[in-house]
């Protein structure tokens, strides 16, 4: 059963920017000897015919980064959430290669999920030119605008950095469980309004064709709190007619949350090179708006995998059939 949780949550992935950013374990340098392994790889990936989404483990083997991958997990899921591995030499890589390295590591960390209606497993992230208020299904990712806080469907995303934009574009993490502690302290009422439903647009992402949905941004289950952070789909339900208007305890609980967690951000450039591996119950992440390369060769490009994990954790039962999370919950009852 979902339970409402009132008390200060004691965990690793309770973080705040301050005092992270000048902790460096959450870099990781890939040592000659991986990358070697992972160019190797992808020769392997190559050779064994297979088309990027029918590539296993075998066909990209690292065994180079076992104990950097144990790393990993540990810290998604009982650690700080997140890692940058660092060093990537992308810019020796095609495209391609570079889908295959993304997907090779995702394979030996979890399992890759679709990551919208049309059952795509790699996007890339680019801006497209379009706008999310002018149209129905536009996401966020395919524009050039500053993305507000906001976590990914499935357990962990994966994003790797391929080019940089000319300027701005710069990554933002908080921890969802350090801005709930931080929000109970101050408004206890308003960690509990944030703890029930919210009507949330769906962006045309549901498999079951449903366009709204509704559930609360915080979920206390099995003695852990994972969040679902959609506050511009929040926003963007208010046209339906059938939606009621926010609260002005909601409207509150919103203005405070965003502030708590301008107060704990982390903010970094990712390099081209860059994989941020992050888990989607306990870290938001963001980003500033950029500005592009005139060369469409040259502009900002991330490639990006949605997963779910081996040793994922319980999930409340709201999650079932949701855009974001409901491939992860139908693993876990596999
Ligand atoms: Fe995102």
């Known amino acids: 059963m979902s339970d409402y949780v009132t008390q200060r949550i004691d965990d690793p992935a309770a973080w705040s920017g301050r005092a992270i950013r000048d902790r460096q374990d959450w870099i990781v340098d890939l040592s000659p000897?991986?990358?070697?392994?992972?160019?190797?790889?992808?020769?392997?990936?190559?050779?064994?015919?297979?088309?990027?989404?029918?590539?296993?483990?075998?066909?990209?083997?690292?065994?180079?980064?076992?104990?950097?991958?144990?790393?990993?997990?540990?810290?998604?899921?009982?650690?700080?959430?997140?890692?940058?591995?660092?060093?990537?030499?992308?810019?020796?890589?095609?495209?391609?290669?570079?889908?295959?390295?993304?997907w090779g590591l995702g394979r030996h960390i979890g399992t890759p999920e679709p990551q919208d209606g049309a059952g795509n497993l790699l996007h890339s992230v680019r801006d497209t030119g379009a706008r999310v208020e002018t149209t129905d299904n536009i996401r966020s990712f395919q524009t050039n605008d500053p993305q507000r806080f906001h976590n990914d469907g499935c357990d962990t995303f994966m994003l790797m950095c391929r080019q940089t934009a000319k300027s701005g574009g710069r990554s933002r993490l908080a921890s969802a469980v350090q801005?709930?502690?931080?929000?109970?302290?101050?408004?206890?009422?308003?960690?509990?309004?944030?703890q029930e439903d919210f009507?949330?647009?769906?962006?045309?992402?549901?498999?079951?064709?449903?366009?709204?949905?509704?559930?609360?941004?915080?979920?206390?289950?099995a003695e852990r709190l994972s969040i679902?952070?959609?506050?511009?789909?929040?926003?963007?339900?208010?046209?339906?007619?059938?939606?009621?208007?926010?609260?002005?305890?909601?409207?509150?609980?919103?203005?405070?949350?965003?502030k708590v967690a301008e107060e704990n951000v982390l903010e970094f450039d990712m390099q081209a090179g860059d994989v941020l591996i992050a888990n989607n119950y306990t870290i938001i992440h963001g980003r500033t708006g950029f500005e592009d390369w005139p060369d469409p060769?040259?502009?900002?490009?991330?490639?990006?995998?949605?997963?779910?994990?081996?040793?994922?954790?319980?999930?409340?039962?709201?999650?079932?059939?949701?855009?974001?999370?409901?491939?992860?919950?139908?693993?876990?009852?596999?």
């Open 199 to 221: 009507h949330m647009d769906a962006r045309g992402q549901r498999p079951d064709g449903v366009t709204i949905q509704v559930m609360p941004i915080y979920h206390w289950f």
């Open 179 to 194: 801005i709930f502690n931080d929000i109970l302290a101050q408004r206890p009422d308003l960690a509990r309004v944030l």
């Open 33 to 102: 000897d991986q990358i070697d392994a992972i160019v190797a790889a992808v020769r392997t990936a190559k050779d064994s015919g297979r088309n990027l989404f029918e590539l296993g483990r075998d066909e990209f083997p690292i065994s180079a980064l076992a104990a950097t991958i144990d790393d990993v997990h540990r810290a998604l899921e009982g650690g700080r959430g997140f890692t940058v591995l660092r060093g990537l030499p992308v810019a020796e890589m095609s495209e391609d290669d570079a889908k295959t390295v993304l």
């Open 297 to 334: 060769d040259q502009r900002r490009h991330m490639l990006r995998l949605w997963l779910t994990l081996p040793e994922g954790r319980p999930l409340p039962p709201v999650f079932e059939g949701s855009r974001e999370f409901g491939a992860s919950f139908a693993r876990r009852m596999n």
């Open 228 to 258: 679902n952070l959609k506050l511009r789909y929040i926003h963007t339900a208010q046209r339906f007619d059938e939606v009621p208007p926010l609260s002005p305890a909601q409207k509150e609980a919103i203005a405070l949350f965003e």
